[in-house]
């Protein structure tokens, strides 16, 4: 498991945000396969998939946010100091 991985993991067990927009981005990808798999997708459905694939995208990035705010205390105490 990388780093990036165990985070994620720890974050769904002790951020209630984090995981709460998990199961968000879950629930889009649910609901996006549906329309995928409509043989005949109507406009409604293609206007749809287009919404939810943005709406995904916006939760993915709040994720990510949460994410690099969990593990920037570590970064920092990994990277050399600057001498110069």
Avoid at 9 to 21: S, V
Avoid at 39 to 55: Q, R, V, W
Wanted: net charge negative.
């Amino acid at each position: 498991m990388t780093h990036d991985q165990h985070a994620r993991a720890e974050l769904l067990q002790q951020d209630g945000e984090y995981r709460r927009l998990a199961e968000q981005h879950q629930t889009l990808e649910s609901r996006l396969c549906e329309l995928i798999d409509h043989p005949y997708p109507s406009s409604d459905d293609e206007f749809e998939k287009a919404t939810l694939k943005k709406k995904k995208l916006q939760v993915k990035d709040q994720m990510e946010h949460i994410l690099r705010r969990h593990l920037a205390p570590a970064l920092a105490e990994n990277t050399p100091a600057f001498e110069g």
